[in-house]
């Protein structure tokens, strides 16, 4: 007979496996003799949830739902949750992509370099925040579209990559969707890195 500890744990270890990346167009042979790749991060169409809310309906609703059980809670999450952009899902995603791709190639990803060749634009299509209830949880999902392109021309993909249900976790409990889904694009930027190092050197 199984535990609830056990099914707790096959549990997080059948999500571990859930994400899809996959090759749509192009390849990276463009990639090997850059030094430097400059970064964007789209945000504007993506949709969350099963119900495929835009972002200011999700907000609106948990916002609301927050505040009627405790005035003030929901507009303090809304901040948190509008800045965690900036302050938590780029940076997770530059930290992993630099950590294997720096080690094992050379390359360095940054926003802002307007100077590089190439840019990777890391647009997110769909969010889902999960959720920890102590001795049950389920963790983050991202799925995004990864596109290299010419920086001086960005509708010349070199290559693009569609990452489904990267999941978002940590050991122990993580009771901020933030920092959930924060994981998430983590779990992309380290697929990718991988995914670059096994087709490109």
Known sequence: ???????????????????????????????????????????????????????????????????????????????????????????????????????????YFEEGLADTKYTLIVETIWLYPGWDAGIMKQPAKVTTSLRFVETANKDKVLVQVSSKNAPGDQWGNNYSNESRVGEGYAKTAKSLAKMIVKKAF
């Open 1 to 107: 007979m199984k535990t609830p500890f056990t099914l707790l744990v096959l549990f997080v270890c059948a999500t571990a496996f859930a994400q899809k990346m996959k090759i749509e167009q192009g390849n990276f042979d463009f990639i090997t003799d850059q030094k430097e790749v400059n970064v964007e991060f789209v945000y504007e169409n993506m949709t969350l949830l099963k119900e495929k809310m835009s972002n200011e309906e999700y907000v609106a609703k948990r916002s609301g739902d927050l505040e009627e059980k405790a005035r003030g809670k929901g507009k303090t999450w809304e901040k948190k949750w509008n800045s965690a952009p900036e302050q938590i899902w780029n940076p997770k995603f530059l930290e992993l992509m630099n950590k294997y791709m720096s080690k094992d190639t050379g390359i």
